[in-house]
């Protein structure tokens, strides 16, 4: 036993987030097909992704992104989650 945590324990945390993290890469396409495609534009911009043409970037199928583009869309989507949160706050103050 390391760090207080049973070693059985331990293992099977670590299976379940290899678990989650191979169910977010296999259902990662399917989510991305589904939006918006101004939704995607708005994520590639916020990802730091651009070029000649946003919209046709935005069409794209989520597997002909690089593997460093798709990391900068998803911490663009938690950024984007974030703001959105705090504006569900502003429904409110009218």
């Known amino acids: 036993m ?3 945590m049973p070693d059985n324990i ?3 945390l670590m299976e ?3 678990e989650f993290q191979e169910r977010a890469r296999r259902t990662a396409p399917g989510a991305w097909s589904t939006m918006q495609p101004t939704t995607r534009t708005v ?3 916020m990802a730091g992704i651009d070029g ?3 919209a046709s970037l935005a069409l794209r199928d ?3 992104f690089s593997r ?3 990391g900068a869309i998803v911490c663009a989507a938690d950024a984007l989650r974030d703001q959105l949160n705090r504006a569900r706050s502003l429904t409110w103050a009218w």
């Open 62 to 64: 989520w597997r002909e």
């Open 10 to 12: 331990r293992a099977r």
């Open 43 to 45: 994520l590639l911009l």
């Open 16 to 18: 379940l987030r290899d």
């Open 2 to 4: 390391s760090g207080g």
């Open 52 to 54: 000649d043409d946003l």
């Open 68 to 70: 460093e583009e798709r």
